[in-house]
């Protein structure tokens, strides 16, 4: 049989490439004698720029960056030679073409509709393409029923009766499935596929060897947007506090910059680092994958939460016990992010190394034996 795994990859988040990597590599493992790839389709542009810098180093090691990206959509991905469908139809017609027997899709915000203009909904539904079509850890973001077109809803239920698996990866995704499809008990809540991924730490490890860093023990590591002004009085304390702020983007207050990982090199990071400060998913991940405290926080509440319940991010913590602990909220809330040195001293408290790796062994179970109910 052909198998296609249609996903996100190629932009520069170590993230949403792991995730296309950990599905390859369980669809791989999962159908040992047939014929599985990733589908080479994007339906918009992957992102691909460099972080604003006035640093020659900078400049340099983000071209580094990219070149270490790109060679993984290559050599781990093994994609070669993809193609971006902006129209939707001119792109259900490629897939078609492609002449699959199983489409996987998932994981990460695959059925979004931001990136969709007009009256439609995005060639990742799938609507009408002729293959057997499971979702696997899916998950549409901040898609809400009620504010969609009748257009837009008609194809959707269309769209979602036409699937035979339904894993969706957040309860918001879940909220919106259960107003799509009339049979409820094919909707299943499943774990990301970056909790299969066994992490190879022999890549930080050389990474860090040849550019001869050691990570002090009181460190922590900060994904933040460009425009991040509160960080500055959080890093001026954490430092006063004895810590080292760790950055993979340039900025006053870094200590250590470490710009060009590649994304094998940056989830073996997180085993180094006291705790993370990070507005990323899969950042949450991979530090409960490393046993590390992570404390979340979003652009918009509209990301953390909607009329139908929790996204993403709430879903994380939610199900290492870590809400709303290790949540600092949404930018844009009129009250204002949490401290964060309170916020990582209630972490600490609630942070049980046993009960977090009995979860991370429970999500790795749960994927694959749902992978496994799909090739029945």
């Known amino acids: 049989m052909k198998i296609g795994l249609l996903t996100y990859y190629g932009d520069l ?98 059925l979004e509709l931001d990136r969709v203009s007009g009256n439609c909904i995005s060639a990742y539904w799938l609507k009408d393409v002729n293959a057997k079509k499971l979702l696997i850890a899916a998950s549409a973001k901040n898609v809400v029923f009620e504010k969609l077109t009748e257009k837009q809803q008609a194809d959707l239920k269309i769209a979602a009766s036409q699937f035979s698996y339904i894993g969706i990866r957040d309860r918001v995704t879940k909220s919106l499935f259960e107003r799509l499809v009339e049979n409820k008990n094919l909707i299943e809540y499943i774990p990301d596929p970056t909790f299969t991924y066994n992490i190879d730490y022999s890549y930080i490890d050389s990474y860090l060897k040849q550019k001869k860093i050691s990570i002090p023990e009181k460190s922590v590591f900060v994904q933040f947007y460009g425009d991040d002004y509160w960080l500055d009085d959080v890093a001026k304390d954490l430092k006063k506090r004895g810590y080292t702020m760790i950055t993979n983007r340039g900025i006053w207050w870094s200590d250590i910059v470490l ?104 999500n790795k179970k749960t994927y694959l034996e749902y992978l496994e109910e799909t090739i029945k």
């Open 13 to 110: 988040n170590c993230g949403t490439n792991m995730q296309a990597y950990a599905t390859f590599q369980a669809l791989k493992k999962a159908y040992p004698s047939d014929d599985v790839e990733i589908i080479p389709f994007h339906g918009f542009k992957p992102s691909i720029r460099p972080y604003k810098t006035f640093s020659l180093k900078n400049i340099i090691n983000d071209i580094k960056r990219i070149r270490k990206y790109s060679k993984f959509v290559k050599e781990q991905l093994l994609v070669k030679n993809d193609v971006i469908i902006k129209d939707v139809e001119a792109a259900l017609e490629y897939i078609n073409s492609r002449k699959y027997d199983v489409i996987y899709v998932g994981a990460d915000t695959l």
């Open 259 to 362: 710009i060009d990982m590649s994304p094998l090199e940056q989830v073996g990071l997180y085993k180094y680092v006291s705790f993370v400060i990070t507005h990323r998913f899969h950042d949450g991940v991979f530090c409960m994958k490393n046993h590390t405290p992570a404390l979340i926080y979003v652009k918009s509440g509209k990301e953390s939460m909607t009329e139908n319940g929790e996204s993403k991010h709430v879903s994380l913590l939610k199900d290492f016990g870590l809400y709303p602990q290790a949540f600092l909220g949404a930018l844009d809330s009129e009250e204002g992010l949490a401290d964060v040195w309170q916020s990582f001293q209630n972490v600490k408290n609630v942070f049980d190394e046993e009960k977090v790796e009995e979860i991370l062994q429970k």
